[in-house]
């Protein structure tokens, strides 16, 4: 694409406090590209965030982070922080499964260790928490930047605004989500459009007071661990925020009669929208008591066309351009799984551009460290995250029977909540100096 004639073109070749010849554009200002900042920062690396909306914001909805999103949020040394400023504190993880139908039998406790510790906060104080910490001597917003494309040149890439403007910069971190316009600078313009893929599965999300919910007459313990009721087709997913004062509810319903990939949304219609709680409602009239309680406390939900990347990306790098987050890997929530692939992601790739022998000469090799590391991981995360929302549904190998969903659920976590940042970091450093990069 060539370059407006009109535009405002604010190229900066400012070095960062530590004398680092390059200085880093993050597209968008979520969770991955907040991260990313703080990370960043932290090695005195200068950075531009683009959003495109008029401030950092987030849905007014929960988000839980398991082990190893806490384990890379304490990595990056931020973890007390965060804590005190979301006012939360860190509870030990684990699912009880029960059915959403009859007398709602209880299924199974996923069993978890003593270093298994999570935190489920609510999202818009958690992107509150992370934009105080960022430094904002070394980072500078933009807000209401939309980018519509990234030109991916050799030497240093350009991203285009919708207002008409350029960025040229050393290196550019697509953290724009899902409908990311960053990722086809990396997979190409057909295969973004390809992977980008309807989940045939709507989620109805919502808040309510734990207290509503115990006045009505709710038996079941909302507090004690999150919840997941499962059903033919449907599945709930309950889990405490705001110290267990406030439940976050995601309700989801697939339709399995038609193969994932056949039905596309028109592109003009939107992916999240209020709905009346009686669509919501007469989904779920033959559910046991407890569930319909829940359900009716969604005043006002919200439904969300769930989307994946499927197939999954290859590669998350080109060049000077990388992917992360859900730009890279947006999948199913049924793991609960995204928001740590983030954090992964930001943090390794931080560290890596922060490591001492990293320069803007490099910068291409270092992307293509991060690509080696975090495709497999983020991968089997997505795959996993597909599997699971089957056994959630009724729709898992052994079927929607105690023992079935037992049987395929148990050890779904381990992968995920299980792993060891610091060895993603020696491995992409010794791949560096395997191939020269970082000396021998
Ligand atoms: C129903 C549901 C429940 C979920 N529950 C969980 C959970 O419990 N735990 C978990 O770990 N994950 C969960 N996830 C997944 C999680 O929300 C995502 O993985 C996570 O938010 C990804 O963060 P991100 O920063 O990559 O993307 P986003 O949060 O989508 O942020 C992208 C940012 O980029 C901006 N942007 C977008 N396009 C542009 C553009 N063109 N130019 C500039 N800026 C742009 C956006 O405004 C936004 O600020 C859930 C997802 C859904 C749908």
New binding site residues.
């Given amino acids: 694409m060539s370059r407006p004639s009109t535009a405002a073109h604010d190229s900066t070749r400012q070095t960062g406090s530590l004398g680092r010849d390059f200085r880093v554009a993050i597209?968008?200002?979520?969770?991955?590209?907040?991260?990313a900042a703080i990370g960043l920062n932290k090695s005195g690396i200068l950075v531009d965030i683009?959003?495109?909306?008029p401030k950092?914001?987030?849905v007014g909805?929960?988000?839980?982070?398991?082990p190893n999103?806490i384990q890379a949020i304490k990595e990056l040394g931020i973890l007390d922080e965060i804590i005190a400023r979301a006012d939360q504190t860190l509870s030990r993880r684990g699912f009880n499964f029960k059915f959403g139908t009859g007398d709602c039998d209880f299924i199974w406790s996923y069993p978890t260790t003593d270093d298994d510790y999570g935190l489920?906060i609510h999202?818009a104080k958690f992107?509150e928490a992370l934009a105080e910490i960022i430094d904002t001597t070394l980072t500078t917003a933009h807000f209401n930047?939309?980018?519509?494309s990234v030109e991916n040149s050799s030497s240093r890439p350009i991203i285009y605004?919708?207002d008409g403007t350029t960025h040229e910069t050393d290196l550019v971190l697509g953290?724009?989500?899902?409908?990311?316009?960053?990722r086809a600078a990396v997979v190409g313009e057909k295969q973004a459009e390809d992977s980008l893929s309807f989940s045939n599965t709507v989620?109805y999300?919502g808040l309510v007071p734990t207290e509503t919910l115990r006045s009505l007459g709710v038996k079941t313990d909302m507090v004690a661990k999150p919840l997941c009721w499962v059903g033919d087709g449907k599945h709930i997913?309950t889990?405490p925020i705001k110290e267990n004062t406030v439940i976050?509810i995601?309700v989801?319903v697939k339709d399995f009669s038609i193969p994932i990939g056949s039905k596309r949304l028109p592109p003009s219609e939107p992916w999240v929208t209020r709905v009346s709680p009686d669509e919501l409602r007469s989904q779920f009239e033959n559910w046991g008591d407890d569930p319909r309680i829940i359900i009716s406390c969604l005043l006002e939900p919200s439904k969300?066309s769930?989307h994946s990347l499927n197939p999954e990306l290859k590669t998350y790098v080109n060049g000077r351009i990388a992917l992360?987050?859900?730009?890279?890997h947006?999948?199913?929530?049924h793991?609960?799984?995204?928001?740590?692939?983030?954090?992964e992601?930001a943090v390794l790739l931080s560290q890596l551009l922060g490591h001492p022998l990293t320069s803007s000469s490099n910068i291409p090799s270092v992307l293509l460290a991060y690509d080696r590391v975090r495709v497999p991981r983020a991968t089997m995360a997505q795959r996993g995250s597909q599997r699971s929302g089957d056994i959630y549904d009724g729709h898992g190998e052994s079927g929607l029977t105690q023992e079935g969903i037992r049987k395929d659920a148990e050890g779904q976590w381990d992968g995920v909540w299980h792993h060891d940042l610091g060895e993603d970091m020696r491995r992409a450093v010794e791949w560096l100096r395997e191939e020269g990069a970082f000396g021998e």
Avoid: H
């Fill in positions: 597209v968008g200002g979520g969770i991955c590209g907040l991260i683009f959003e495109s909306a950092y914001g987030e909805a929960g988000v839980g982070l398991g999103a489920g999202r992107l930047k939309r980018c519509v605004f919708a953290a724009d989500g899902i409908r990311s316009t960053v989620a999300r997913i889990f976050n995601v989801f969300w769930i992360m987050g859900d730009a890279a947006g999948m199913l929530p793991l609960g799984a995204g928001a740590g692939q983030a954090i992601d």
